[in-house]
């Protein structure tokens, strides 16, 4: 899957593959954290050039990142090369996109100070946004299809409401045509462009402009990704039929309970986000689960409560174990 510059927008959309740009020099260009970025250039871009190669490196090794970095793949190629492999047409002047599956970004061999024809995009701000796409490509949002690359990285999408977004159909995870600004992949990307240039305009979905919150929450996915879901245990005592626990949930995603018994004993669960049902178990015996994916949130922090009952032997403890994104 190719991540190519839209013409009017000269950032990041989706297309299929063009052919490839032949590439028989390549360098391995060191960074900060002692590893490399490997960097190739086509004939047509005038051959190995290890100053421009360095300049590319040096610039993203200079935004926020993190181990990410070393993973990537630079292809530097002639100008109409990238119009080729990132879909679109000569003289349109893309700049740059980012293909996920070979963690490569196409670039011109153009140098740092290019910009658009029109001047509203320089070359650093829309490198910058494609590198979000690399991000993404290594981060995690586990409970939703298409994971970070279309809906953004597990926090910023969280603290941005794009699940509720998309249930509203305000939000088009994936979609690169028509609502290519509603698109979440794409606002991520915006967003964490907007970490180096603050000041550029923003012209995608108005819900999801950029403001302190989200900012701070795509800073964390960057230095602090989210890795898997946080477990909460808890125990309904001897002699109880009934207990109610709760925790805060400030993040979406899958939510999974587990509710075990004494023997002889029958149990269940239910639970709601929010005061909202997310429905309940349905299995019989002394072992019960729910399981919820994606579980959405409608404001920051909503309470995640849980309700355990039981019947037959209450003579021992009730287990519950909640699995849920944090």
């Known amino acids: 899957m190719i991540r190519r ?14 052919a490839a740009a032949q590439t028989t020099n390549a360098i391995d260009v060191p960074i900060a954290d002692g590893t490399a970025v490997h960097v190739e250039f086509s004939d047509a871009a005038g051959g190995l050039n290890p100053e421009l190669a360095a ?26 090369q990238i119009a080729g492999l990132c879909g679109g047409l000569e003289g349109q002047g893309i700049l740059a996109c980012y293909e996920g599956r070979q963690n490569r970004m196409n670039v011109p061999n153009v140098g740092l100070d290019a910009t658009t024809r029109n001047g509203a995009f320089s070359l650093r701000y829309v490198l910058t946004h494609e590198y979000g796409h690399h991000i993404a490509n290594h981060r995690s949002n586990a409970g939703f299809r298409g994971g970070s690359l279309d809906w953004g990285p597990k926090r910023w999408a969280s603290a941005a409401l794009v699940c509720e977004g998309v249930r509203r159909r305000q939000l088009v995870p994936g979609d690169e045509g028509r609502r290519y600004r509603d698109n979440p992949g794409e606002n991520w990307a915006e967003a964490y462009a907007r970490l180096t240039f603050p000041d550029q305009p923003w012209t995608f979905s108005a819900r999801l402009a ?57 149990v269940g669960v239910r639970a709601t986000l929010g005061g909202r049902s997310l429905g309940a178990s349905r299995r019989k015996g002394r072992r019960d689960r729910l399981a919820r994916s994606p579980v959405c949130r409608r404001a920051a922090v909503e309470e995640l409560a849980i309700t355990a009952v039981r019947t037959g032997n209450r003579r021992g403890l009730v287990s519950v174990t909640v699995s849920y994104p944090g």
């Open 210 to 266: 950029p403001d302190p919150a989200t900012l701070d929450a795509a800073r964390r996915d960057v230095v602090e990704p989210w890795t898997a879901n946080a477990t909460a245990r808890f125990a309904l005592p001897a002699g109880a039929r009934t207990r109610r626990f709760a925790v805060p949930m400030s993040l979406d995603g899958g939510v999974r309970i587990a509710v075990r018994g004494p023997r002889r004993s029958e």
């Open 5 to 18: 510059a839209a013409a009017a927008l000269l950032l990041a959309a989706c297309l299929p593959a063009a």
């Open 55 to 80: 300049a590319y490196v040096g610039f993203l090794d200079s935004i926020p990142h993190g181990a990410e970095l070393s993973r990537l793949r630079l292809r530097v190629a002639s100008p109409e």
